[in-house]
């Protein structure tokens, strides 16, 4: 629901900057000044009750050392629990697979999805029943996903081995082996995610005026050259935006790893969000995990940041 | 002018507004509490004008055995008119312990609960649960005593034993019989080889049948530290104690049986390890396995063989920990609600619950009378399975006890996985967790 209307406000980016500049130069009385404040205050205060208070009191929270088992006995330690996060093996190992986690499974969607795309974006019915079945892994939930797959991937009745070991090759460990356990979780993601992506994709391709390629077509353009001068940059605010959804959507990636791998075999996909969970619920280090919860926050909020830097002096606004 | 008096009414409308949202956010705040609360609170209150007193039980059992525990509830409340018991599913065991930690902080707790045993600990240091000392007066003497070692914190009473379980050798008898062995398993860990040694089938070099496996659990290497005479924690529970012989050998143990063929180390994190050992007993993939009591009735209903069960394999000594949660009370309810929770915890796990309870669930009867009752002889002679776990509690120990133990059985197994995929030596991986388990006890 968020990401769609996300979505929708995309193309408006054009508008407000326009609004934004016509705006009258007389100055405004009080009233007309204040008046919209007035009307976002119930907003507001949503706002601050359930995103500003709640970052407000992790952020305090993660000074202190506390236990969720007897919350009686907080104790501020200043930034003990992030010195002892950043030096703990296991946790660099944690921040390690997300990251490694989050640019695979963007990386490897994205280019899928935009083949995909590439391919799909014609009017014949065909195309539409690929695409729908392309997008169907997005509407059925990550629980049932993580189940199917795991059956999938077991090494002694799964298909997935059975169908190697069909044509010769020897079975894959999948989740069971410390070396493959990450990869596989990313293949689940990767297979989840290439449907929105490949429909947002399409509507981002159908959006570019056919005059232009036209254009392109009686100057006898060949086909990489359109690609690269005309699709890339048009579509580039599209794939800036998935950019920016599938990172922090993959960043927070905890499903797949509750039902899967529950962060094995010996932590090797365990990422942040179920470190934070592990943390938290089990293990009752209230501390640590609202430690770890604001480090994320950070990783998200400077990825996001700079992507936003660099990324949006390439992205073509038409 | 003009413009302050604006700004005045403005202001006016501002608060006028907040005041309003505020109001909005006040009652809804208020009728949760009255929601909420409604559990526990009017409890008291009833209680003072003599109604019944009304209580709150907290389970972690789903499928047939929550249902049953509510047909116990049920009949709880029907035979006692002063008390009502109102009976709720909460998830599994560790979602429990989450919500009622949670519902301690937001003083809306139950007022009985399940506990997973080696969780007891951390419950009764952080004060979370009421000592039962004063209200069981000495009424604690009629649960079998291996079921009463996690009951224990500090030379107090905390909990008393509910739905507990032993790890247990399950044995496919018909196949130990085609390679002429005695149909009743092996007795020691030796045994254990041999036998594993005449039950291996291969095709070339890819064994098509092991002779033995077990998930590489915590529970399971408790078990085996027991049996070779040693323990996971210090009298004091201060300190690791599991770079030494006993803490070795059953990691020896499993790698050599790994290395040789013998034994499957069944792939999967946590139960899902169990399933595959599991479900490869069922197809005769394994001749014997390691899991609970819990399994009887479900591993009974779908084996095609003759199944059996017995003590696990003894090295120096037989030894088990025992598993399951215990019921406990907590600290936060009123006297009243204290007196029938005693009440309600005593009902529950009377030799005449205990019974009907130990064989719709699987679990093991909790009283020494319901073990020698006629209900329970008469089903232990139609399948003497069940008795085994009963039997083998004269050599249980009590799971380690410390505040910590959650986060540190999780350190040891990790550990000890490694130790199983070769990522590290037997005496690397005890030295680590020894070294992390420590820091994590001197927190």
Not at chain 2, 248 to 272: D, F, H, I, R
């Amino acid at each position: 629901m968020r990401k769609a209307a996300t979505a929708h406000e995309l193309p408006d980016t054009g508008q407000v900057r326009a609004q934004a500049a016509s705006r009258p130069t007389s100055r405004p009385d009080m009233m007309t000044r204040l008046r919209p404040y007035l009307y976002l205050t119930p907003a507001m205060i949503c706002f601050i009750l359930f995103f500003f208070y709640p970052i407000g009191s992790i952020i305090y929270l993660s000074f202190q050392d506390w236990s969720l088992i007897n919350l009686e006995a907080m104790e501020w330690v200043g930034l003990q629990n992030y010195t002892e996060l950043v030096a703990d093996q296991e946790f660099q190992q944690v921040l390690t697979n997300t990251l490694v986690f989050t640019f695979a499974t963007v990386g490897i969607s994205l280019a899928i999805s935009f083949l995909l795309a590439l391919w799909l974006n014609k009017k014949a019915k065909m195309y539409g029943i690929i695409q729908a079945t392309v997008f169907s892994p997005h509407i059925i939930s990550f629980v049932s996903v993580s189940m199917l797959w795991m059956w999938l991937m077991d090494p002694q009745f799964g298909l997935l081995n059975a169908v190697l070991e069909a044509v010769g090759l020897p079975g894959y460990t999948w989740l069971t082996d410390p070396s493959s356990a990450l990869l596989s979780l990313i293949l689940v993601n990767v297979w989840k995610g290439v449907g929105y992506n490949t429909l947002i994709f399409i509507a981002g391709l159908q959006s570019i005026p056919g005059d232009i390629y036209e254009a392109a077509a009686l100057d006898r353009s060949p086909w990489w050259r359109t690609l690269t001068r005309i699709t890339i940059p048009m579509l580039s605010p599209t794939m800036f935006f998935l950019f920016i959804i599938n990172m922090i959507s993959s960043s927070h990636a905890f499903d797949t790893i509750a039902i899967m791998t529950q962060g094995g075999p010996i932590n090797s996909s365990n990422m942040l969000v179920y470190y934070i969970y592990e943390q938290g619920m089990d293990y009752y280090n209230g501390g640590f995990a609202a430690a770890a919860s604001v480090i994320l926050l950070l990783i998200v909020g400077v990825l996001t940041a700079l992507y936003f830097l660099f990324m949006s002096k390439r992205v073509h606004y038409r | 002018m003009k413009a302050m008096k604006k700004t005045g009414t403005i202001l006016c409308a501002l608060a006028l507004g907040l005041s309003g949202v505020l109001a909005g956010c006040g009652s809804t705040g208020k009728e949760q509490a009255a929601s909420t609360g409604n559990t526990t609170k009017p409890a008291t209150e009833t209680a003072a004008s003599n109604g019944p007193v009304e209580i709150d039980f907290w389970y972690a059992l789903g499928g047939v055995r929550g249902k049953t525990i509510e047909d116990m509830v049920k009949k709880f409340n029907e035979s006692h008119k002063d008390i009502k018991v109102k009976a709720a599913y909460q998830g599994a065991y560790q979602d429990n312990h989450s919500k009622v930690l949670a519902s301690v902080a937001a003083g809306n707790n139950p007022d009985v609960t399940m506990v997973e045993i080696a969780s007891i600990a951390a419950f009764a240091d952080a004060k979370v649960l009421e000592d039962l000392t004063p209200y069981s007066q000495g009424d604690e003497k009629k649960y079998i005593p291996g079921l009463m070692k996690n009951s224990y914190w500090k030379d107090k009473l905390y909990a008393v034993p509910f739905n507990r379980s032993t790890p247990l050798l399950y044995i496919n008898r018909d196949m130990l019989k085609a390679a002429g062995l005695d149909p009743n398993g092996p007795k020691s860990w030796d045994e254990l080889i041999s036998y594993s040694q005449k039950l291996v089938k291969k095709e070339g070099d890819k064994v098509t049948r092991y002779g033995f496996s077990t998930p590489v659990d915590i529970w399971f290497y408790e078990a085996l530290v027991f049996q070779s005479g040693g323990n996971i924690l210090s009298e004091d529970g201060k300190e690791l104690t599991l770079n030494n012989e006993s803490g070795k050998a059953p990691l020896e143990l499993w790698t050599k049986m790994v290395k040789e063929g013998l034994m499957k180390n069944p792939p999967g994190e946590n139960y899902n390890a169990w399933d595959v050992a599991e479900q490869d007993f069922l197809n005769q993939k394994v001749g014997m396995i390691f899991t609970t009591t819990g399994s009887l009735t479900e591993l009974k209903k779908n084996a095609k063989f003759d199944m059996g069960a017995a003590f696990l394999p003894a090295n120096k000594n037989f030894g088990t920990p025992t598993g399951g949660a215990n019921l406990v009370m907590l600290a936060k309810s009123s006297d009243a609600e204290k007196k029938a929770a005693w009440e309600f915890m005593k009902w529950m796990t009377d030799t005449e619950q205990t019974v009907p309870w130990s064989i719709a669930s699987g679990y093991m009867p909790v009283t020494t009378a319901a073990v020698d009752s006629p209900e329970m002889k008469a089903f232990y002679e139609k399948d003497p399975n069940f008795k085994v776990a009963v039997d083998q509690l004269q050599y249980g120990y009590p799971r380690p006890m410390a505040p910590g133990y959650k986060e540190l059985q999780d350190v040891i197994q990790k550990e000890l996985q490694r130790a199983m995929l070769g990522q590290a030596t037997i005496d690397e991986a005890l030295q680590n967790a020894t070294d992390k388990g420590s820091k994590l006890l001197k927190k």
